[in-house]
């Protein structure tokens, strides 16, 4: 699956031929995907919302409204939620995987382009040099863990999640155990 910013639309790849299977508009400026659900859910920079893709059909079949430019995208496949990280506004939120409808938004400082979901928490890295760990039943701060300057992107592997540095050289490792 890919985003075209440019163009509004998405873009289906099939992997066994390396060929563009569907080209599905979304309008705006599509940014970050997430798979789960049998959808694949895309924020829409350009429309403060976040389209619903069928993947068996290849149709936008819903469309949330969210806040100002949400760009990062996550699925929680344990709970069936999309997670997603507004730039703009500095909005996390909580939507059902399955009715398309708002569950939770919280604010939480800084810039964010993603959010992803690990260790029984939401993590959304900011800009500002920092990664912020929510509970995804409140979304209360369970802490805020000082990582290289300008993380735009997350990965939750077995035992650590970790950070890009956009602007620099380095990458985080955080430690769920003890946040550091």
Do not use: M
């Amino acid at each position: 699956w890919i985003a075209n910013f440019l163009s509004g639309t998405v873009e289906r790849l099939d992997p066994a031929t390396n060929r563009v299977s569907a080209r599905i508009q979304v309008g705006g400026q599509p940014y970050g995907l997430a798979a789960g659900g049998g959808s694949v859910w895309v924020g829409n920079n350009g429309s403060d919302s976040v389209a619903r893709i069928d993947i068996a059909t290849n149709q936008v079949v819903a469309r949330v409204p969210v806040g100002d430019r949400p760009i990062g995208i996550g699925y929680d496949d344990s709970g069936g939620s999309v997670w997603v990280a507004n730039f703009g506004d500095s909005a996390v939120t909580k939507i059902d995987g399955a009715t398309n409808a708002i569950r939770a938004r919280a604010i939480v400082p800084g810039e964010h382009e993603h959010v992803v979901f690990g260790f029984g928490s939401v993590w959304v890295p900011s800009e500002e040099g920092w990664i912020t760990r929510l509970d995804p039943a409140t979304l209360a701060v369970k802490a805020t863990v000082t990582v290289a300057a300008d993380p735009d992107f997350a990965l939750v592997t077995a035992d650590s999640v970790w950070t890009t540095a956009y602007q620099g050289s380095a990458l985080s490792r955080i430690d769920p155990a003890t946040n550091a």
